[in-house]
């Protein structure tokens, strides 16, 4: 075996590929036989390359031809060849796939054209038998151990802490541990996933008195109130009180959390000062403040604003119209509570605006998830709001969702004094129904 750097052009598809039902008779075909069986898998590998390149962990492995030829068969790689390929020209799987698929290469390509691979490096090998038990070990599990021995929940956030990435979880894990409340043995038990679940749940959050900022899960309260909750709730979890269809919808994760007592859970009457990292002592000082505080905000994520500054409607109801500008002035980091109680209002007051001018049959007593599907319908049909969008709002409305008006996020924004919005699940909930607003003053 040697390691040669091959031309992109010179490698050839496996026509004889195991992913492959059967045996393709040319290239062309073998091409477009791959792009068919993976579909967006392709597209979503070919994104990978233009973003990262080719991992150079694991290359591609190639056989000569049997005649003299600089060309090489792939034997392992044939995806990632296969994606090279379409991204120099998309052309070549025209009518195999389905047009928003080549689509999606077609400007994968534009971006990869400016700075394309030629060549990659390949493992050489002189006959296909050579390569045939690793490419078997490769792709048939864990082989008692020969093979890939695949990372569980655990390893996989473990690696992306040591790589500088906070695991929300493992950050409520170490705080436990930390304080002695949970032992190592004990924090193994832990299904990681389902705590994942139910930390991803702003009301949970609220009532465990936690909340996101920059990465750190934060708190306005005292560490023994806070662990409390914390600790519940990784017992009811470790000890398989509490399953993950038991948490599965956002509806059995407020379930969930509204069974537990409320001396098991902190008293979020109480704030004892600004948020502050989970793991830092009290009282918070005014550099831990800082820390919290994102250095730079990515595009359309950390705007200060509910509203991105280049979004613009023109409403023809003056109170609305009123409750828009003075949303489009609010910093929703400085007035979080104002922004949400506001952004409740101008929804609704924006749907029975709606409703009354169409005439629809949903009446102002329905519920918020009804007007919502009532509107998006009628914008749908009126060819206002495409299917995705229609599917965004359809979401929305779902009991389970964000902005269901059963017990809601945006219903405790109004009703619960306890409740305190955060600021980007404000922002990533207006993101979501922006197409659906514009479409409704449109």
């Given at each position: 075996m040697?390691?040669?750097r091959i ?6 598809i496996?026509t ?6 059967e045996i393709?008779?040319?290239?062309q ?8 069986q993976?579909?967006?898998k392709l597209v979503?590998?070919?994104?990978d390359?233009?973003?990262?390149g080719?991992?150079?962990?694991n290359?591609?492995?190639v056989v000569?031809p ?8 792939v ?5 990632r060849i296969?994606?090279?390929?379409i ?8 009518g195999?796939v389905?047009?928003s698929l ?7 390509s534009?971006?990869?054209l ?9 493992v050489?090998v002189d006959?296909?038998?050579k390569?045939n ?8 599990g864990?082989n ?10 655990a390893e996989?956030?473990r690696f992306?802490?040591r790589?500088g ?6 950050q ?7 304080r ?8 193994k ?8 679940r139910?930390?991803?749940?702003p009301?949970?959050?609220t009532?465990?008195?936690?909340d996101?900022r920059?990465g750190d ?8 109130e ?5 600790r ?11 399953r993950?269809?038991?948490i599965?919808?956002r509806?059995?994760?407020?379930d969930?959390?509204d069974r537990?007592l ?26 831990i403040?800082?820390q ?7 595009p359309?994520?950390q ?8 979004f613009?409607l023109s ?8 409750i ?6 609010l910093h929703?980091?400085?007035f ?27 009446t102002?007593k329905d ?17 206002k ?12 409305a779902?009991?389970?969702h964000?902005?269901a ?7 405790q924004?109004?009703?619960?004094r306890?409740f305190f ?5 404000l ?6 129904l922006?197409p659906?607003?514009q479409?409704?003053?449109?």
């Open positions: 040697e390691i040669v031309a992109i052009s010179n490698l050839l496996d004889n590929n195991p992913r492959l039902e393709q008779s040319n290239q075909r073998a091409l477009c036989a791959i792009a068919a993976q579909k967006s979503v590998l070919a994104q390359i233009v973003k990262h080719i991992d150079p962990s290359l591609p492995v000569p049997l005649e003299d030829s600089e060309q090489y068969i034997l392992e790689g044939n995806r296969a994606a090279l390929k991204l120099e020209n998309p052309n070549l799987i025209v195999s389905d047009n080549t689509e999606r290469f077609r400007k994968l534009e971006k990869y400016h700075s394309p691979i030629n060549h990659v490096s390949c050489v006959a296909k038998a390569a038990h690793w490419i078997y070990l490769r792709h048939t864990e008692k151990g020969a093979g890939i021995v695949r990372w569980g929940g996989t956030a992306r802490q790589s990435k906070k695991e929300t979880h493992l409520v894990l170490d705080f436990l541990q930390n002695g409340e949970i032992s190592t043995d004990d924090r038990k832990v299904p990681v996933t389902s705590l994942k139910l930390l991803s749940n009301y949970v959050r009532k465990l008195g936690i996101f920059a899960i934060v708190t306005r309260f005292d560490g023994n806070v662990a409390k909750g914390l519940r709730v990784v017992k009811d979890l470790s000890d398989g009180v509490v993950t269809k038991d599965y919808t509806q059995n994760r407020i969930y959390i537990i409320p001396g098991d859970l902190p008293d979020i009457s109480k704030p004892v000062g600004n948020f502050r990292a989970l793991s830092a002592g009290l009282p918070p000082s005014s550099a403040i800082k919290l505080k994102p250095k730079g905000r990515p359309g994520k705007r200060p604003n509910l509203i991105p500054r280049g613009a409403i023809g109801q003056d109170r609305i119209n009123e828009y500008h003075e949303l489009r002035q929703v980091e400085k979080p509570n104002a922004v949400s109680v506001l952004f409740r209002v101008f929804l609704e007051l924006s749907l029975d605006f709606y409703i009354d001018k169409h005439q629809l049959r949903t102002q519920r918020l998830n009804k007007k919502l599907l009532d509107v998006a319908n009628d914008l749908k049909d009126k060819g709001l495409d299917d995705q969008q229609f599917k965004v709002v359809q979401r929305a779902q009991a389970d964000f902005l008006s059963t017990v809601t996020t945006m219903h924004y109004v009703h619960n306890y919005p955060a600021p980007s699940d922002r990533a909930a207006w993101d979501s922006q659906f607003t479409a409704m003053w449109s």
